[in-house]
């Protein structure tokens, strides 16, 4: 059953604190992508990774560090440095770039700070 | 102005309507436009693309206006299944992606 994870569903932190956010994929995809939704407001990018070992910032991306060791997964590090962290983190996948390709979407990682 | 722009509603309607959604956005380079369906508390799912020349999913109809620079999506005969949040996607070469905030829609009754 072919899919993207997400992990944990919820997580609390208190400030000061890193935390670090869990996406995997099993679909097989090249490219990867961390997103955050607030109330209101459009999906925003945070980060995206077209291959392995390589990663560019989106639109938002202070106060965040990614990784991509592996094709599979591509976690997300909320560091301190994050001003306002509350949010909704999706992450997303699609075979190739996001032009005329459909993104697959994780279930999501409600955070909020403490 | 935002670069995709949409009413965030909510549109509330009663069942069997036909309810219609239109979204502008700002860049007219832009290449590839969509339809994503977001339940509340849920992940977005894709829900349609959007051709030049229309294209059509059941009760579902989606529109592309180059020339006026927005998009449109009908929903015919709404069911309460129907009740969600419709995202409007547009991308701009690449990996350049904006999501639209969305508009709510409520289906009663």
Redesign the interface.
């Given at each position: 059953d072919g899919g993207i994870t997400q992990s944990p569903k919820y997580l609390f932190r208190k400030e000061g604190q890193n935390v670090t956010l869990s996406c995997e994929q099993n679909l097989n995809h090249d490219?990867m992508?961390w997103?955050r939704q607030d109330p209101?407001?459009?999906?925003?990018?945070i980060y995206?990774s077209?291959i392995v070992n390589d990663f560019?910032k989106g639109d938002i991306a202070e106060g965040y560090s990614v990784s991509r060791e592996k094709k599979e997964s591509f976690p997300l590090t909320v560091t301190s440095a994050q001003k306002n962290p509350t949010a909704?983190y999706?992450c997303a996948s699609s075979i190739g770039?996001?032009?005329?390709n459909?993104?697959f979407?994780?279930?999501?990682t409600?955070l909020t700070v403490l | 102005r935002k670069e995709v722009e949409q009413d965030p509603g909510p549109f509330n309607v009663p069942e069997g309507a036909t309810v219609a959604f239109n979204c502008t956005y700002s860049n007219s380079a832009s290449q590839s436009f969509f339809w994503y369906r977001q339940d509340c508390r849920k992940e977005p799912k894709l829900l349609m693309s959007v051709y030049s020349s229309g294209n059509e999913d059941g009760r579902f109809t989606a529109q592309l206006n180059r020339a006026s620079q927005y998009i449109s999506l009908l929903i015919r005969d709404s069911k309460l299944s129907d009740s969600a949040t419709y995202l409007c996607v547009v991308n701009m070469g690449g990996f350049k992606t904006i999501f639209g905030a969305g508009t709510r829609l409520f289906v009663k009754a």
């Open positions: 490219a992508y997103y209101g407001q459009g999906l925003r990018l995206y077209q560019q909704f999706l770039g996001t032009n005329y459909e993104q979407f994780g279930p999501g409600r | -």
